[in-house]
């Protein structure tokens, strides 16, 4: 797997919502875990959420557990992330990784990472 596109972001109000995808290109794509990250302004990247390669697992940062919801779609090469009840503070670029193994929290233990895509909640 070699390339991954993010797409979806933009600029909502607060409580609104949002659904992130991420295209993926080259073979494999199901052997893959994927995640989420994303960098708010002045901070270090952090986990969001990660799917495992069947789609079977999910993991969640607890700062948007019950908010998000990741998914898959393994004949399309695409995995998404749903954003309900945003909030100002989910103001943050938004990037998918991925990574041939068991998915993972830790940034540096993914493989391939996208170009990121703007997020912005107003109040």
């Known amino acids: 797997q070699s390339q991954l596109e993010e797409s979806g972001g933009g600029l909502v109000q607060a409580g609104g919502s949002l659904r992130l995808s991420c295209a993926a290109s080259g073979r494999s794509f199901s052997s893959y875990a994927m995640g989420w990250f994303r960098q708010r302004p002045g901070k270090e990247r952090e986990f969001v959420a990660a799917?495992?390669?069947?789609?079977?697992?999910?993991y969640y940062a607890d700062s948007v557990k019950g908010r998000f919801t990741i998914t898959r779609d393994n004949d399309k090469n695409m995995v998404y992330l749903q954003m309900n009840s945003l909030k100002t503070e989910d103001t943050a670029v938004y990037y998918c990784?991925?990574?041939?193994?068991?998915?993972?929290?830790?940034?540096?233990?993914?493989?391939?990472w996208g170009q990121g895509t703007q997020v912005t909640v107003s109040s």
């Open positions: 799917i495992s390669w069947s789609g079977g697992s999910k």
């Open positions: 990784a991925s990574r041939f193994t068991a998915p993972t929290n830790v940034s540096h233990e993914y493989d391939f």
